[in-house]
């Protein structure tokens, strides 16, 4: 079995985030940045995945030259390859499913895992685009994934997939969960309560540092880097007020009414 996985850079949550003062983007200055946790999550599932049905992951992300760094993190967690599409130009989440598309047809995994959207534009449309780009079955915000071997095998997780399988995916959706089903080859996108991603240990990380990366760039693999979408302006949110301490009951409702009137 095949796995590509997905490892966007993106700036860590964690840091102070200012906008630049004309609004084309951010301060990067001092930002510190990390792998895009829900594909982080998409990592763990695939390693997962692999260590039940056995083969390979192959991990894969696209930007500029520090974009190696994210892709040795999904190494020394585990994943077995790792492909860097070199781009440091604009992106949008069509150029990232066009990229990924071109490498599903070189690489032909069984799936692809993605997490649910970037942390960083939350735009959350890669998975949804590469999967229709490919004609493949889409399972998005994926809460559980199981794999099967036919309807006769839905409560067994069988060692070694086959072609002609089924991947059984739950999700979160506001009315409870809900259950798909697709045949293999198919996309999936991976929400938070998925798993818990391990920690690389020293060893792996060390490993990892030495793994060769393969390089490529959107016009190697045939596609054209021109982006739909456009950022016009960038603007920081409105500044919040500080809280008011009320000496009563009566007092807050009457704020609630008059002030904020949500009442």
């Not at 590509?4 to 993106?10: F, G, I, P, Q, S």
């Not at 991603?197 to 190697?220: C, D, F, H, S, V």
């Not at 021109?226 to 009457?254: C, N, S, Y």
Request: proline content about 6%; some cysteine.
């Amino acid at each position: 079995m095949k796995i590509l996985v997905t490892a966007k850079r993106v700036e860590d949550p964690e840091s102070k985030i200012k906008v630049k003062p004309d609004g084309t983007g951010i301060v990067t200055d001092n930002v510190n940045y990390k792998i895009n946790p829900f594909d982080e999550i998409a990592v763990e599932e695939a390693l997962r995945l692999i260590t039940k049905h056995k083969g390979e992951i192959v991990a894969v992300s696209m930007g500029g030259p520090k974009v190696e760094e994210v892709l040795r993190h999904a190494m020394a967690m585990g994943a077995d390859r790792a492909i860097f599409v070199k781009h440091e130009g604009p992106a949008d989440a069509d150029l990232a499913a066009r990229v990924l598309k071109a490498i599903v047809d070189n690489e032909k995994p069984d799936l692809v895992l993605l997490g649910k959207q970037a942390i960083d534009d939350d735009q959350n449309q890669t998975g949804q685009l590469l999967a229709e780009l490919l004609g493949w079955g889409q399972l998005t915000f994926a809460s559980k994934v199981e794999s099967l071997e036919s309807d006769a095998e839905k409560n067994k997780v069988p060692a070694v997939i086959v072609n002609g399988n089924v991947v059984r995916v739950v999700r979160e959706v506001d009315g409870g969960i809900e259950t798909l089903e697709a045949d293999l080859p198919a996309v999936i996108t991976c929400d938070l309560r998925l798993n818990k991603p391990r920690y690389a240990p020293l060893p792996n990380i060390l490993k990892a540092r030495k793994k060769p990366i393969a390089q490529l760039t959107p016009q190697a693999l045939g596609v054209d880097p021109a982006v739909k979408v456009k950022v016009v302006k960038v603007m920081a949110p409105p500044t919040r007020k500080a809280g008011v301490m009320v000496p009563d009951v009566a007092t807050l409702v009457q704020k609630l009414k008059t002030e904020a009137k949500v009442l």
